[in-house]
């Protein structure tokens, strides 16, 4: 991947692929050849993640043909992993970018059984605020992490990690 040299303000993606490379962000599931995959923070779906570029940069275009192909397939490889281990009817996929320069893609479980005015919608229409919080501690939340890497490991897509997921967190 290209490297990022733009003298812009660190983000939040930017501080969280620095806590996932010290092993400080308990929400991170793997080590992919392109960046982290990580649990999104609230859990509007059970299994809702993201893929972090490791380096960060502002947007997909940004990248280079090969590296960009990598980022997607590495996107898509996760919708695969989650969509086996979650049992979800499908997965949606997002990148938007529009308030940070900082390349992330969110990679969405969706569920049949979801409540019936949010089935059809697009996931931004839940209450993000009122959903549960990712707690690794939990042991659903640990099975499926756990899952969800073994799963990622066998696809053949993981990189190895220097520590242990939330290792070092603070």
């Known amino acids: 991947m290209k490297n990022d040299n733009s003298a812009e303000a660190l983000t939040a993606i930017h501080h969280q692929v620095v806590a996932a490379r010290e092993g400080r962000d308990p929400r ?27 380096p960060v940069v502002p947007n997909l275009n940004a ?6 192909i990598a980022f997607l397939s590495d996107m ?9 281990v979650t049992g979800a009817a499908r997965i949606n996929y997002a990148i938007f970018g529009n308030q940070d320069a900082a390349l992330h893609a969110h990679v ?9 005015p949010y089935r059809t919608q697009h996931p931004w229409a839940y ?8 707690d690794r501690a939990s042991v659903d939340y640990q099975e499926l992490a756990d899952s969800v890497l073994k799963e990622l490991t066998r696809l ?4 190895p990690m220097r520590f242990n997921p939330g290792e070092n967190a603070e």
């Open 127 to 134: 209450n993000w605020n009122a959903a549960g919080a990712f």
């Open 76 to 84: 898509s490889r996760l919708g695969d992993a989650l969509l086996k």
């Open 156 to 159: 053949g897509v993981t990189k």
């Open 63 to 68: 990248l280079g043909a090969r590296e960009r």
């Open 28 to 54: 991170v599931i793997a080590r992919l050849f392109t960046g982290w995959a990580v649990f999104g923070e609230r859990q509007f779906v059970r299994g809702y993640a993201l893929l972090l570029p490791d």
């Open 108 to 116: 969405i479980p969706r569920y049949l059984d979801e409540p019936e």
